[in-house]
Nanobody, 122 residues
Framework: QVQLVESGGGLVQAGGSLRLSCAGSGRTFSSYVVGWFRQAPGKERQFVAAINWSGGITRYADSVKGRFTISRDNAKNTVYVQMNTLKPEGTAVYYC???????????????WGQGTQVTVSS
């Protein structure tokens, strides 16, 4: 069993930055792939980024490549996503999730956090 708690969301102007954190519980957290997803009102949950257990493999959605960076600190059981040059269309609830594969689909992830709201004003 893995529990995930997101933090770091908030209100930011377009062009600004935020860093989201995903704190995981359990001794096996460091063995999981962790992904970030986002869901805007009335839209499907979409993939943002993922990182494998060691941090050596990362994946990004095309819409965030070059602006977002995912990283992890297994000693702290925490995964981060640094979000730069934020755009208004990035307004959504951001979720972290844990999986055993670097999939880009929500269905592949077994454990989910409650989400943190990110609002980007224009």
């Amino acid at each position: 069993q893995v529990q995930l708690v997101e933090s770091g969301g908030g209100l930011v102007q377009a062009g600004g930055s935020l860093r989201l954190s995903c704190a995981g519980s359990g001794r096996t957290f460091s063995s999981y792939v962790v992904g970030w997803f986002r869901q805007a009102p009335g839209k499907e949950r979409q993939f943002v980024a993922a990182i494998n257990w060691s941090g050596g493999i990362t994946r990004y959605a095309d819409s965030v490549k070059g602006r977002f960076t995912i990283s992890r600190d297994n000693a702290k059981n925490t995964v981060y996503v640094q979000m730069n040059t934020l755009k208004p269309e990035g307004t959504a609830v951001y979720y972290c999730a844990a999986s055993f594969g670097t999939a880009m689909t929500p269905a592949a992830y077994k454990y989910w956090g409650q989400g943190t709201q990110v609002t980007v004003s224009s």
